[in-house]
């Protein structure tokens, strides 16, 4: 709000968003508040948000990503935190919040820590192996979909251990491009909602991190059930498991990715979650961020997400 102030004030005619998702994100606030009246929480849709439609256009803006993860540069959303009331929720979805030019350089990339290489480059991968499984994946986003899992999972330990190698950064950074599209064109499933519940609590999680801890027990839920074989199978081979045959094949691929990326042992106890906060995280998951549970490949209860967060417990 300070800096859709201050945009205000100066007269700026555009915003340049420079930085990872968080950057990028803010921008498209900073974007919208510029020329729209009120508080940014009045325009943010789901949990306390008021969910009003931007009245004016936003100003135009030019994305810089500096990370390969959110793919934010290709997309009309940005997410907002509210300190407050811990939420964690996407704001926008207005065709007017899609950057004007975006800029995908790998070169900005390099200087990425390992760990965090790993963590954005997850989240690029989910946004991918959400949207595949979702109710509303379809032919074009399939096809991103397809080619982001095979560069990230392919790509992405090789730039955890050699961050210089500037093949595979612009291997990964084009996953998590087109990862962005496949979030446009389907939708990410409750995982998103699940990890944005536990970040709006303890904000020191890095949203990669907190997906990647919840991430085996979420899939083995809808494996266990059933859901679409013949789409994790698919995935087990794109990510290299060329003999896959079972759905449950998918699983070891993601575990072997986990741990040739170093983020296999990751805990929640880490980052301060406690075993009694499970079912408050359930809660928050699908006041703030229900409507991703549509995109669930089968129906998820509430009881459903407790089970997955304590079978990722460590
Ligand atoms: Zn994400």
Redesign the pocket.
Known sequence: MKAAAFAQDKGCDFVVMLGG?SVMDAGKAVAAMATNEGDLWDYVNGGTGKGKPLAKAPLPTVAVTTTA???SEVDAWG?VSNPETNEKIGFGGDDRLFPTLSIVDPELMLTVPPAYTAYQGF??F??STEVYIGNFSNEFSDMVAEKAIESVAKYLPVAVKDGKNLEARSKVALGNTLSGYA?VYGC?TSE?SI?HAMSAYHHNLP??AG?IMISLAFYEHFIKKGACPERFVKMAKLMGKEDAEKAEDFLKALKKLQYDCGVADLKMSDYGIKKEELEKIAVNARETMGGLFASDPLPLTDADVVEILKNSYK
Request: aromatic share 6%; hydrophobic share 30%.
């Open positions: 998702g993860g959110t793919g997410v989240d690029a989910f946004h979030m990410t998103h990890e949203h990669g997906l």
